[in-house]
């Protein structure tokens, strides 16, 4: 193609936009809402996972040794667990350390009586991993290995962790999927009127000699461009409106910053930038090349 | 009048290439040939029946009939708008039955059409009506921007190319139709009724334009209604009734219906 005819092309496109502008304006607005919905259920999403990943983080299993047993199968036990491929995380806790964060915490200066430490049998492990649900994985084969006493877990919170996780991003799929579906409907709406606007035009193109791709581009360059400028607006907002959200709810409630952590705006639109401006440009070109090839048998 | 000696000099140069382009047709100089050509509707009379035809380059030809006749199918089929049911169309050298689609474009473009209704694009002026037929072959702009104004010199329009249609009378819009009909140097004009909206007037300085562009060596067809210039001209006419070639006579005149 030649670069004349791509810029004929291009400025054809952007006519086709301000001709029928209520429709274009009806496409835009559509793909921004269905964009701003996808760009809120992401970050919504992206948030909890990372706090549903710090709280698990915090699920730690942690395993009690057999009486007596020597430091060097402590240490084998240790090297045997850190080679599970769900571990993230080992950290060994003597009797002596155990005892002096208990009496720390809890005895402070009353501590002095003890001469033997009474938690003599309390080294442990404490496991972190990667994955919550492969918690029960894991605690069925620390049972199974030598010299192990005990493996304390607490199921039930990993189970709903691994559970909300799901739900979240099956819920949001759908939802997705069918404002998806809508916004190809309207923008193969806009283009059809765009058509028949145009349709004059069209046949004295074909008359005279044009290809179908040349009559064609067009109408795709103006769903694409209306998918683009679909995408652009809503990221602006939920932009704006993801800083000020963040900040009021450190600031109302301080108390959660700690619980919660929070993903800096950066880092969602890391990712919800490129996939929503490729989602905004795919629909509309999707939506206008179906409806070209529809009407325009040319 | 340089500006048309050029045009004339240009465009008899545009046939020799077009003939190398295109090769011969048949042995002889002949540029649109029907053999028994029929086409039906789904439903009705057949509109072509039986229909043989032959067209010589640089000819000029009236293409009569009352509305029925079969004159604006034969036109559809030689734009290739429509498939015959039967029979043979060759145009230029394309087998207009057996042509694939992507390759109509590419036939189309050796064509120029003018319509009765002049079909200029409204919102567009002078200039970019005609440039838009060069846009469509993808034209450079710089060659564009030399075309356009001498072949709007050429049909006598040099002074209007900033005008939209709607400022312009019936007979400047069919001008400016023709000027994009010929300004990718076709080497057939299909003229479909061109005076029809136009006062007798203008009808004959439009039929003058015809046939000067038809002594620069382009292949016109004109389909018309119009007795009077049919009679006064002496061209070869082909008259249609009721969907076969009535007659067709060199240097003819306007056979009346009741006939």
Redesign the interface.
Known sequence: ??I??FF?TLKQGIINIFRNKWFSLASIATIGACLFLFGLFYSVLMNVQSIVKTAQEGISVTVLFDDGISQERIEEIGSLIRKRPEVSDVRFTSADEAWESFKEEYLGEYSDGFTENPLENSASYEIYLSDVSMQPALVTYLEGVEGIRDVNRSEIVAATMTGVNALIAYISLGIIAILFAVSVFLISNTVTIGIAVRK??I??????????F?VRSPFVIEGMMIGAIGAVIPLGIIFVVYNQVLEFILTKFSMLTKLLSFVPVEDVFRQLLPVSVALGVGIGFLGSIVTVRKHLRV | MNTKIRVVERLAKSEVRGRRRRGTQGGSDEIITLNNVSKAYATGAPALNGVSLHIKKGEFVFIVGDSGSGKSTMIKLL?RELVPTSGEINVMGYDLVRIRH?K????????G?VFQDF?L?KDRNVYENVA??Q????M??KDIKRNVPSILATVGLAGKYKAKPRQLSGGEQQRVAIA?ALV?RPSILLADEPTGNLDPKNSWEIMKLLEQINENGTTVLVVTHNREIVNAMQKRVVTMKKGVIASDEEKGGYIDDED
Do not use: C, H, V, W
Request: charged letters at 30%.
């Open positions: 193609m030649r004349s005819t004929y004059e035009e046949t004295i193109m074909k008359y005279i000699g044009a290809t179908d040349f | 734009l992507r109509i474009p590419k036939f189309r473009r050796n064509l059409i079909r694009l838009f037929a846009r469509i072959i993808q450079p702009n994009r990718n």
